[in-house]
């Protein structure tokens, strides 16, 4: 450690070679060789400081073997103003970084070269090569973000026994205040094995999502690439989507979902297509509304519309039909059949609505069944509510379609 101060009656400290190291060699052992950090000049009231560097630490870390940084920069902390160039090399990768800082202004260029993300971090699901540049500019204040920019190329990347390219990402960060944040983002790959361009953002605050939207085109998609099971290794999908979502306060979500020309080629069922698929839910003074148009299914319902209680319901009242059914000698010979519990609903806990399944073609497709449907499809109407001491029903039935017929 040396001191010193010149004829400018700047206080210099410098350190050299200084050394660290933890839990044996095994673990880890860091050194330094250069460091100088310097303040005062002049008056107090003109004191500048900062910190100096061009220095190279090296040692070994777990997972990551050899370690390598050679770095080199200063900044002077009344001025905010400073600048930092830096190698990184180790066994796992090697990285550079470029950055300027300028009173709340931070500009920076980082750079990966061959760097092993599953190894490093232990995880299967990451890349096991990554080559990558970032370019980043932000604006802070009282050390906090106002905003962020973020450009991020991927000319080169192994995932999943795969080599990838041509991917760019772009990141936009905005904080409106301390309770509303927003991060807009923009993927285009021209990757045959991953191509499309898909935009969105999202909004949130004080804990809360507040809105989301994505739109954009995913031209090709080899499922292989999001680790399906070996059976649809060879299987690719693609298409069109449009989607928004807003959390308007205590009334509830409302979705607005579009899909169309969507594909799946080559899965181990077949290939199937959907041409088109709108989705539109909404607060009501029932609860939820909910509006579905497809090639396979409409549908129309309100009330509660957890995902979770409607399947349990539907079960539990397909139940009450199959074993009404099988309680009579004589199977009624009508198109639909219908159980009924006594009481009076509460509209605020009950779900009511229709139900229209058109095609079975894209179900058969993804999980391999073999469900012809009558050519008018299946039509379901239904009242159920939360409360078992209320009136419920379940009504199912098609041109052609009898409980309990062969």
């Not at 940084?69 to 990285?95: E, K």
């Not at 990558?132 to 905003?147: D, I, K, M, R, Y």
């Not at 079960?315 to 009481?343: M, Y």
Request: glycine residues 10%; negative net charge; proline residues 2%.
């Amino acid at each position: 450690l040396h001191l010193s101060v010149d004829d400018d009656r700047t206080l210099w400290v410098t350190a050299r070679q200084g050394h660290y190291a933890w839990g044996g060699a095994e673990k880890g052992n860091l050194g330094v060789t250069d460091l100088q950090l310097f303040a005062a000049r002049g008056s107090l009231a003109e004191l500048t400081g900062g910190v100096m560097t061009d220095s190279t630490l090296c040692g070994v870390l777990k997972r990551v073997g050899e370690v390598q940084l050679n770095a080199s920069g200063a900044y002077r902390l009344l001025a905010d103003r400073g600048n930092l160039r830096a190698t990184l090399r180790t066994d796992c990768g090697a990285a550079e970084v470029q950055a300027t800082a300028d009173n709340g202004h931070l500009k920076g260029v980082v750079s990966v070269r061959d760097v092993a993300l599953s190894s490093l971090l232990a995880s299967e699901t990451l890349p096991t090569m990554l080559t990558a540049q970032a370019e980043v500019t932000s604006t802070l204040q009282n050390g906090e973000v106002l905003a962020a920019r973020s450009s991020v190329t991927l000319p080169q990347m192994q995932w999943r026994g795969n080599d990838l390219k041509d991917i760019r990402l772009n990141l936009d960060y905005q904080r409106a205040t301390s309770l509303r944040h927003a991060l807009s983002a923009s993927l285009s790959s021209l990757d045959e094995q991953a191509r499309g361009d898909v935009e969105g953002k999202v909004e949130w605050g004080g804990g809360k999502l507040l809105s989301g939207s994505v739109k954009g085109e995913l031209q090709n998609l080899q499922l292989q690439l999001l680790g399906m099971p070996a059976a649809w290794q060879r299987a690719s999908v693609g298409g069109k989507v449009s989607a928004e979502l807003l959390s308007p306060g205590q009334k509830g979500q409302r979705a607005d979902i579009h899909l169309s020309e969507v594909h799946l080629r080559e899965g181990p069922h077949g290939s199937a297509s959907l041409q088109n698929l709108n989705l539109l839910l909404q607060p009501s003074e029932e609860g939820e509304r909910l509006h579905l148009r497809s090639d396979f299914l409409d549908a129309d319902l309100q009330g509660n519309l957890s995902p979770k209680r409607l399947v349990a319901a539907l079960k539990e009242k397909w139940q009450c039909i199959l074993a009404d059914t099988a309680s009579h000698r004589n199977v009624p010979q009508s198109n639909s059949l219908q159980t009924h519990l006594s009481a009076t609903s509460d509209n605020f806990r009950t779900t009511s609505g229709r139900l229209h399944w058109k095609s079975a073609d894209l179900l058969n497709a993804l999980l391999g069944t073999d469900i012809a449907l009558a050519h008018d499809g299946v039509d379901v109407q239904l009242l159920l509510s939360e409360d078992v001491q209320s009136r419920s029903s379940l009504t199912v039935g098609t041109d052609s379609f009898r409980i309990g017929s062969n």
